[in-house]
Structures are given as structure tokens and as C-alpha cells.
């Protein structure tokens, strides 16, 4: 399994499609799948059940899976240590995107219940996850200023 990290707006979902194309597997969205299984949105399931009841879904989802897949996880999927135990039996890519670049791609974004509040909220949950990112991951990708392709590329000769 092939498990892409990174915090929102990194470019997860964007890239794991890609991947799995050039990697010839299939490709799971976990926040999409998520939402299907409960029958609510993030936003919706935050409002109704809170952050919790999200993490629990995450590990009870990132627990059930089995065979190859490119797995685009969520942002908050390294908070627990058990997640990252779980991720590491496969390999862990991180997409690292810098600060101006999430601030900018996440500019007009309503559909992430984390990404709110005020900028200095919004950058000190940036910079506490930065370390666990690191730490979860078996390789770490720079992804400012490249396109999707270009970044789904260099992950596919990383992993040859
Ligand atoms: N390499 C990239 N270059 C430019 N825009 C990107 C790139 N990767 C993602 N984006 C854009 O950034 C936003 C967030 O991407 P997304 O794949 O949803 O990130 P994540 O799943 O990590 O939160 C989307 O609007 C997407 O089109
Ligand atoms: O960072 C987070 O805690 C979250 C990131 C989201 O996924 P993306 O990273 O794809 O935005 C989604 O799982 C949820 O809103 C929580
Ligand atoms: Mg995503």
C-alpha cells in the first residue's frame, strides 16, 4: 500500500489519482469513502458527531484496508501514533507544500472544517503537524511550484 500524507491542500487527492494511473493500482480516496459509509460530509459529520467521531471513522477505515492501492489519506491522519504504525507497514510519502502554498491554494476553500478560524489558528496547526509528517513518512516530496503531473512523476521514480 502506498499511503500519501500531508496537510490540507498538499495536494493528496490531486496527486494519488495520477500515481495510481502511472502505478497501474487502484486509488482510494479515504475522506470520500468516509463520507459514502456514513452518509454525511466532513463538514456535516464534524457538526453532528465532532472531530472524535471523524478520527475514530479514519482508523476504523485506514484498519479495514488490505491489498495494493494508492491511498490518498486526510490531513489529520498522523494525530495517531497507531494510524502511523499502520501506514508504516506499507510505504509513507509526504507531500510537503510550504505555508504560502496551502495558504493560497486553500484561499476560497469551505468544504474543510479544520481549515478555519483565524490565520495564526490556521498556521500553529500547520506548524505542530509539520514534525509527525516528517516522522510518519518513508519518503518527502516538495511539491511548491510543480504541477501534478510532475510531482506524480517523481513519486513513481522514487518508488522503482
Ligand atoms: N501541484 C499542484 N499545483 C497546483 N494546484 C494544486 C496542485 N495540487 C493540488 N492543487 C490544488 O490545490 C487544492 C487542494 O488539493 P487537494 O488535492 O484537494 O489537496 P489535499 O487532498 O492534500 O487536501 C485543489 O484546488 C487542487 O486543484
Ligand atoms: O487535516 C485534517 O485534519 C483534515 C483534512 C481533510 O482532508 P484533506 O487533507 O484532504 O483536506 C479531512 O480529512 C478533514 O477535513 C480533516
Ligand atoms: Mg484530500
Known amino acids: 500500500m502506498i499511503y500519501l500524507i500531508g496537510f490540507m491542500g498538499s495536494g493528496k487527492s490531486t ?4 500515481l495510481a494511473e502511472k502505478l497501474q493500482c487502484s486509488c482510494i480516496e479515504m475522506d470520500e469513502s468516509i463520507e459514502k459509509q456514513e452518509g454525511l460530509t466532513i463538514p456535516e459529520m464534524f457538526a ?26 486526510g490531513g489529520g491522519v498522523i494525530l495517531s501514533k497507531e494510524n502511523c504504525e499502520m501506514m508504516r507497514e506499507g510505504t ?6 510550504g505555508w504560502e502554498t496551502i495558504v493560497h491554494r486553500l484561499k ?13 489558528e490556521k498556521k ?8 509527525l509528517y516528517k516522522e510518519a513518512a518513508h519518503h518527502v516530496v516538495v511539491v ?3 504541477a ?3 510531482i506524480a512523476e517523481e513519486i513513481a521514480a522514487r518508488l522503482k
Open 124 to 131: 500553529q496547526r500547520f506548524e505542530d503537524r509539520l514534525r
Open 108 to 120: 476560497n476553500d469551505t468544504s474543510r472544517p479544520l481549515w478555519s478560524g483565524d490565520e495564526s
Open 144 to 146: 511548491d511550484d510543480k
Open 48 to 73: 453532528q458527531h465532532g472531530e472524535s467521531y471523524f478520527r475514530e471513522k479514519e482508523r476504523d477505515f485506514l484498519r479495514s484496508l488490505e491489498g495494493e492501492a494508492v491511498v490518498s489519506t
Open 15 to 18: 496527486i494519488a489519482s495520477r
Open 148 to 150: 501534478p503531473e510532475v
Open 92 to 97: 509513507v510519502i509526504y507531500l510537503h507544500a
